[in-house]
């Protein structure tokens, strides 16, 4: 049994992620909200490159600590399906990219089972993610992803 509980700490600022990669146990990177609105996905720092930017902060400010640290980020959108392309032309209005962009962000999950299972290993190695936080609403549609995840 763990003596203390592990801390968790969140953020999108360069200065809150260097203070969690010191501190905390487990990581989650998200947009920044310096702008003081909320609705995080709304920040143009949903792109992959602003999340790889901001792994690549949290890797050099933890060190040696980076390989035990469990780095998470929120699915704000989620659809699993043969009609991807539909749903992130209904979702573009929400995120200010490019709408080819879209996919790539690590907010958004869309697509076949298989395809999904791929960009979340792909998210794994490419920005350190090995947690996902998946919205209770899509729960029973993600299932299916979490079960091929399992199996292989």
Known sequence: ??????????????????????HADDISILPSLRS???????????SLEAFHRKSQWVQQHAGPRWPTMNISTQVFFLH????????????????????????????VLAGEVAEICDVIRGRQQLL?????????????????VVEALAAS
């Open 128 to 144: 350190g993610l090995n947690y996902l936080l998946i919205d209770h609403a899509h729960m029973h549609a993600f299932a299916p």
């Open 1 to 22: 049994m763990q003596s203390t509980p592990r801390l968790i700490m969140g953020g999108g600022s360069s200065r809150v992620l260097a203070l969690a990669a010191q």
């Open 36 to 46: 003081g609105r909320s609705g995080a996905h709304r920040s143009p720092e949903a």
């Open 80 to 107: 699993v399906g043969r009609d991807k392309s539909v749903y992130l032309d209904r979702i573009a209005s929400k995120l200010p990219l490019p709408r080819h962009r879209l996919a790539e962000s690590p907010l």
